[in-house]
């Protein structure tokens, strides 16, 4: 079965860092994206950032100059790497997986359970 467990969250002091990790496993497949969503207390899951097989990246604008993300292909793992925390950085981080298998014209995906990442001001 397709797994996805991420890792690494925890409570930190604004201004400092923590890094997030995220492996896939479960499957021959590699994964086209990989990535990490964000769901704050009371607000709507949203996108942090993303990264692609072949490079490509992407960056919530109030996140781009403090985090950064990695992926390495060969181990369908992804990072990231969080400086400058601050208090509104505050939610449960998701890690996304979408890989190189199409199901009815759908690339297959999976979440993972989530880690907490708190920000203390």
């Known amino acids: 079965q397709v797994l996805v467990v991420e890792s690494g969250g925890g409570l930190v002091q604004a201004g400092g860092s923590l890094r997030l990790s995220c492996a896939a496993s479960?499957?021959?497949?590699?994964?086209?994206?990989m990535g990490w969503y964000r769901q704050a207390p009371g607000k709507q899951r949203e996108l942090v950032a993303t990264?692609?097989?072949?490079?490509?990246?992407m960056y919530a604008d109030s996140v781009k100059d403090r985090f950064t993300i990695a992926k390495d292909n060969a181990k369908n793992t992804v990072f990231l790497q969080m400086n400058s925390l601050k208090p509104e950085d505050t939610a449960v981080y998701y890690c996304y997986a979408q890989f190189d298998l199409l199901v009815n014209d759908e690339f297959v995906d999976a979440w993972g359970q989530g880690t907490l990442v708190t920000v203390s001001s």
């Open positions: 479960g499957t021959t497949f590699a994964t086209n994206v």
């Open positions: 990264k692609t097989s072949d490079g490509t990246t």
